[in-house]
């Protein structure tokens, strides 16, 4: 359709818009900086507008960029969920979406008993590594851990956690030895090491700390015995029950992120989307109730 632009250019420009960084949307989108930089001054020529101010350290999108980005958002949307509604065999099937760790060690491990529940119902599960935005695209679903989401998405608080310095057994720690192990966390978390100490008392300013993108990898350096990391009982619970991991000390911080249930506004009438929040918030209560007699 003449009158469309490309579909590489307008992903090209959301990634950008989320990212406000050319070399954001590159890493996102797999390519070079500067073929994302060559397809939005190719959108921009053939919209005759600018959609990004190119200031020195950033991307700032101009009002032309602004009022655009939810109609390409949409549009993707729409196309998303357009093409699974064709390519669904028959029966229910229910997109979800939430973080990878979240999904492997605890998802995952129940999900035999939501197929023995619901058999009806084919869920499939995506755990990409999107910004939180107004709705994971694509999904009916969403699980998502974060600070409280925005007011312009309906998110529905489903559990709230608190974290604390897990390893692997028989692994040599104090709390006069922590500052001195190698230790692991997840990035852009309020919960640090350094908060996590501060609530003891214990004079620690500035950890060394290495950062991961997910909780999977400090939890499998800690595993492993290759030094300490942070986690909350929704991912390591289980790592902790199957005697991968132990919690040597007693604090547990409160979290200021906590789990929210989003469900896009199409799946408000889905009956897969009912059954599967219904089974969730069910699991999460009996999990959390079972944890409560276990704190040390």
Known sequence: MADLPPLNWLRAFEASARNLSFTGAARDLNMTQS??????????????RPLFHRRARALELTQTGVSYLPVVRDA???????????????????QIQCNLTFAIQWLAPR??????AHPEVQINISTELWEARDMAE???????????PSDQVHAELLATDHY???CAPGYPVTLVTLADQPLYDCSNMMGTWAVWAEEQSIDWPDPSVTYATTYSVPLSVAITGGGMALGH?????????????????????EMQEAYYLI?????????????????????LATFYSGRLGTQA
């Open 35 to 48: 073929a994302v930089s060559q397809q939005i001054k190719s959108l921009e020529g053939f919209l005759g």
């Open 76 to 94: 993707f949307r729409t196309l998303a969920h357009g093409t699974r509604a064709l390519t669904r065999s028959e029966g229910d099937v229910l």
């Open 111 to 116: 999900l035999a008993r939501f197929r023995q």
């Open 138 to 148: 694509g999904a009916d679903v969403e699980i998502r851990y974060s600070l409280r």
């Open 164 to 166: 604390y310095p897990v």
């Open 233 to 253: 009982d929704a991912i390591v619970a289980g790592l902790i029950d199957a005697g991968h991991l132990i919690a040597p000390f007693a604090h547990r911080a």
């Open 263 to 283: 469900r896009a506004p199409r799946a408000q009438a889905m009956p897969a989307a009912e059954a599967f929040t219904s089974w969730l918030k069910a699991e």
